[in-house]
Nanobody, 114 residues
Framework: QVQLVESGGGWAQAGGSLRLSCAAS????????MAWYRQAPGKQRELVAV??????NYADSAKGRFTISTDKDKNTVSLQMTSLTPEDTAVYYC?????????WGQGTQVTVSS
């Protein structure tokens, strides 16, 4: 069973930076994509950034501020967040899509003060 462990969440001031990391207990079979989602109170879960197939994609709100990356073994995924705003406050979830299965982390809280 693949389990995802997230770290790096916490508090930041507006304009500050945080780096989120997600490590898989073992390498999922046939990774197709690795992504970060977030869900703010009272809002739907949304895709923030995804990397797969040799490309990356970002939500409009994250473009130019967030960077998604993986390690050489592709069993971890990180999200470097800069120029944070209070609108970035949410629970952030790691997601890994294998060839046959999809895995989710437990979520990590990010709170940005104005």
């Amino acid at each position: 069973q693949v389990q995802l462990v997230e770290s790096g969440g916490g508090w930041a001031q507006a304009g500050g930076s945080l780096r989120l990391s997600c490590a898989a207990s073992r390498s999922p079979f046939g990774i197709q994509a690795m992504a970060w989602y977030r869900q703010a109170p009272g809002k739907q879960r949304e895709l923030v950034a995804v990397i797969g197939g040799g490309t990356t994609n970002y939500a409009d709100s994250a473009k130019g501020r967030f960077t998604i990356s993986t390690d050489k073994d592709k069993n971890t995924v990180s999200l470097q967040m800069t120029s944070l705003t209070p609108e970035d406050t949410a629970v952030y979830y790691c997601n890994i899509r294998g060839l046959y299965s999809e895995y989710w982390g437990q979520g990590t809280q990010v709170t940005v003060s104005s």
